[in-house]
């Protein structure tokens, strides 16, 4: 079965850290480009961070910029996504997804995405 899981979501308090993590099962995140997208109630859904392992770009989000960590490991088949100096306003549902035949900003900015993960609660409290 073709799909990505997502496990590390809970709640921290502003300023804590959160490790997601997105594991792919029945395909191989290698030649794919990864990335983790975000909803908070009554607003759309986001690009966090994509990342291209073709041609080594990264996107983030100016919101999450310096703060938040993209990354793969290959031999596990899994994502990660490092969330750090959390604040309230990173109050989301988290997808993880990943894409072909894109880059990294597109499938960020345009949400070219072929697969989406579904979703895991990260709350942060003031």
């Known amino acids: 079965q073709v799909q990505l899981v997502e496990s590390g979501g809970g709640l921290v308090q502003a300023g804590g850290s959160l490790r997601l993590s997105c594991t792919a099962s029945g395909f191989t995140l290698d030649y794919y480009i990864i990335g983790w997208f975000r909803q908070a109630p009554g607003k759309q859904r986001e690009g966090v961070s994509c990342s291209s392992s073709t041609d080594g770009k990264t996107y983030y989000a100016n919101s999450v910029k310096g703060r938040f960590t993209i990354s793969r490991d290959n031999d596990k088949n899994t994502m990660y996504l490092q969330m750090n100096s959390l604040k309230p306003e990173d109050t989301a549902v988290y997808y993880c997804?990943?894409?072909?035949?894109?880059?990294?900003?597109?499938?960020?900015?345009?949400?070219?995405?072929?697969?989406w993960g579904q979703g895991t609660q990260v709350t942060v409290s003031s």
């Open positions: 997804a990943a894409a072909a035949y894109t880059t990294a900003q597109n499938m960020c900015r345009m949400h070219e995405v072929d697969r």
